[in-house]
């Protein structure tokens, strides 16, 4: 089923400005791009299979699944057949599916939350 932690997203307010300081720590940018169907610019910054997941909302995007709140925004689960874990989660009453399976930056993904315990988002990451 599930495999490792993927990655943890966290929404900042100045991308640029928190890369630069993950930088001088030692965790380098690995990936950067804007995504338009979200209205964000996300970067992973990282080492080896650890990676922190920045994004900075730039627009507005109906229906996007980023909230304005900064910080911790999700914990990306690496499972092996997304499919059949998507199915899983998306039959039980312990969880609720936030969208469907689509293309991601590094993957298919879906995300869920566990219900009644709405403060952490989860990314399924194949």
């Known amino acids: ?74 914990i990306a689960l690496k499972v092996e057949d997304i499919e059949k874990y998507y199915s899983m989660i998306k039959s039980s009453d312990k969880y609720s599916v936030q969208m469907e399976i689509k293309q991601g930056a590094h993957g298919r993904v879906f995300f869920f939350r566990i219900n009644n315990w709405d403060e952490i988002l989860f990314e399924c990451v194949e």
Do not use: Q
Request: glycine content about 10%; charged content about 25%.
């Open 1 to 74: 089923m599930i495999k490792d932690i993927a990655h943890i997203g966290i929404t900042v307010a100045n991308i640029n400005e928190i890369i630069e300081e993950l930088e001088i720590l030692g965790m380098p940018c690995t990936s950067r791009a804007f995504h338009d169907e979200i209205g964000m610019d996300i970067a992973f910054c990282g080492k080896g299979e650890s990676s922190i997941e920045l994004g900075e909302k730039k627009s507005k995007v109906e229906n996007s699944p980023i909230s304005d709140k900064l910080g911790v925004h999700h």
